[in-house]
């Protein structure tokens, strides 16, 4: 099917109405036979000729399109209490998108903000100008390695950055040095473990007033205020680990399908586990495995259970539970336990190598440990994540 090569996208933030008014340019490589999808609270004010609403669903007939639209709150745009807005995951509710992890796309993304408000963006990719024209800011960001649009993420708040080598920051305050080291520490970990750097190791760490968030984007991450403090203060670097690991194991190397979620999250949760130990030493990351075992352990006695790589998960939302998170980071930690430290981040790092820029399932990543292994692994694979 013809996907979306690339998305041209502006924003314009109006903080009276608490929306979001949309000018988007769609371009297809082929003729496109799949629909594009919004969210509920997304409301099309023009489309090109040939196109056709259906409920969430527009069709298209030619290889360019151009609508207008108003997006409101909703699932995937949080307004917050400070007037500032962070969107997470789901890049339909504020732009129409093909949100099948099968395909990856460009995007420029601008969004334009009141000068009034005092606000500046974060968004993913690079920000390549700003500007300021007739009483607006203009932030304009650029995914120029083609990524998964829920990896397109963004925010506006009050906002100043600061900068470290190839780290940004932005947050309503200077952060402490510590931060920089700490994340500087973790870029080079994970670098060295999946044996390949970042097409742009530009990366930026955002931190906004809304609690608990923790989203990983391309290039960016959003992460809470009260969490930095919590960074600086208590050396919790467990949010900060997971969100940056994502640059190479969700970013760089992608799944093809949300049956294959753990690759994604469960990767990324037993790497954050991983800098933990290089960081704190092993009883911290005995401690986290314990843990994860535990909530897994929970989740079996209520039922919850699912095999790692579940063909039912039809879409994001359905992907997004814990399985994939708990069970997922204690297969690799049984991985690692079984083929020792050698063997297992030779595997590691040949699947990252391997699939960098491209797409991957289940088999992907069995092939690249067995081939690191010089073994099948073929038992071990069917009993921890086919069943």
Known sequence: MAQPAHYSVQLRVDPGRKILHGVEEVEFRDAPKAPLVKGTNLRITAMPAGASADGDS?????????????????????????GSLATLFDCGA???CDPDPGYRATLRLEIVVPQSAGMRAAGPGRLTKQFR????????????????SFLFSFAVAKLEPW????????SSREPHADVFARSAKAYRYFREKAGVDLPDPRYTQTFISMPGVGQEAAGMALMSQAYLEALESKDSVELMAHE??????AVLVGIRSWSDFWLNEGITEFM????????????AYEAKIATLQRELDKLRTEGKDRPLHWTQWRNAVEALGPVPYRKGALFL??????LG???FWRGIALYTRKHAGKLVDSQDFQQAMEAAAGRSLAALFDEGVYR
């Open 272 to 283: 954050t586990a991983a800098f933990v130990e290089h960081h704190q030493g092993r009883a």
């Open 58 to 82: 527009v069709r298209l007939t030619a290889r360019r399109a151009r609508f207008e639209y108003e997006a409101a709150p909703g699932r995937g745009f949080r307004w917050l209490e400070d």
């Open 163 to 170: 900068a470290a080598g190839n780290l940004e920051i932005l």
């Open 133 to 148: 024209a007739g009483g607006w800011e203009h932030f304009v960001y650029e995914v120029r390695h083609p990524a998964q």
């Open 94 to 96: 504020w732009m129409l």
């Open 333 to 338: 930690h049984r991985l690692r336990t079984g």
């Open 341 to 343: 430290d050698d063997l």
């Open 244 to 249: 940056l690991a994502h640059q190479w194991w």
